[in-house]
T-cell receptor, first 113, second 112 residues
Framework: KAGVTQTPRYLIKTRGQQVTLSCSPI?????VSWYQQTPGQGLQFLFE???????NKGNFPGRFSGRQFSNSRSEMNVSTLELGDSALYLC????????????FGPGTRLTVL | GNSVTQMEGPVTLSEEAFLTINCTYT??????LFWYVQYPGEGLQLLLK?????DKGSNKGFEATYRKETTSFHLEKGSVQVSDSAVYFC???????????FGKGTLLTVNP
């Protein structure tokens, strides 16, 4: 069974631009979560989606948004990029029954210049 | 709120040495506890888990026991290998908040 896939793997953007990251969960997994990983703050929860509905959101500004499609694929969007948004963005998927056992993708490395 | 505290790294060991990485948590209720490992340039991999008090999670020679009385979930391995070099994260999840809360991570380097 294929794992969680994320595209693109690497992105370079400039301040003020916007970016969209994509995540395809493991087949059969309907819950998708997003995390931001930085050296200073570590791993921080962004949001979680199930059945196209956001069930929980972390403490991030409104510039960070996401959505989930009917096939469980998910995207996250960051508008008006800031230098501090440079990070590894990780997507994780899980089965409904064991939602807290999450399987992670390789991440998208975003660099904001 | 819920939080996880794990020992600061980096930890440097020689091959075949004994490993302990301490992890404690604060939570309302009884969370599930996890150890994840991250190899360079990769995402996180679930190493082991425990869902209730006194459960012992184990995988690839690593073990951790869910201790409710000390709110701890320390990671141990009896004999580390060079291939164990990675960053290890302790995490918790509980209730209906649908998220993992992670510790800061501990970098382990094992020298031959």
């Amino acid at each position: 069974k294929a794992g969680v896939t994320q595209t693109p793997r690497y992105l370079i953007k400039t301040r003020g631009q916007q970016v969209t990251l994509s995540c395809s969960p493991i087949s059969g997994h309907r819950s998708v979560s997003w995390y931001q990983q930085t050296p200073g703050q570590g791993l921080q929860f962004l949001f979680e989606y199930f059945s196209e509905t956001q069930r929980n959101k972390g403490n991030f500004p409104g510039r960070f948004s996401g959505r989930q499609f009917s096939n469980s694929r998910s995207e996250m969007n960051v508008s008006t990029l800031e230098l501090g948004d440079s990070a590894l963005y990780l997507c994780a998927s899980s089965l409904v029954q064991t939602y807290n056992e999450q399987f992670f993708g390789p991440g998208t490395r975003l660099t904001v210049l | 709120g819920n939080s996880v505290t794990q020992m600061e790294g980096p930890v440097t060991l020689s091959e075949e040495a004994f490993l302990t990485i301490n992890c404690t948590y604060t939570a309302t209720g009884y969370p599930s506890l996890f150890w994840y490992v991250q190899y360079p340039g990769e995402g996180l991999q679930l190493l082991l888990k425990a869902t209730k008090a006194d459960d012992k999670g184990s995988n690839k020679g690593f073990e951790a026991t869910y201790r409710k009385e000390t709110t701890s979930f320390h990671l141990e391995k009896g004999s580390v290998q060079v291939s164990d070099s990675a960053v290890y994260f302790c995490a918790q999840s509980g209730g209906s908040n649908y998220k993992l809360t992670f510790g800061k991570g501990t970098l382990l380097t094992v020298n031959p």
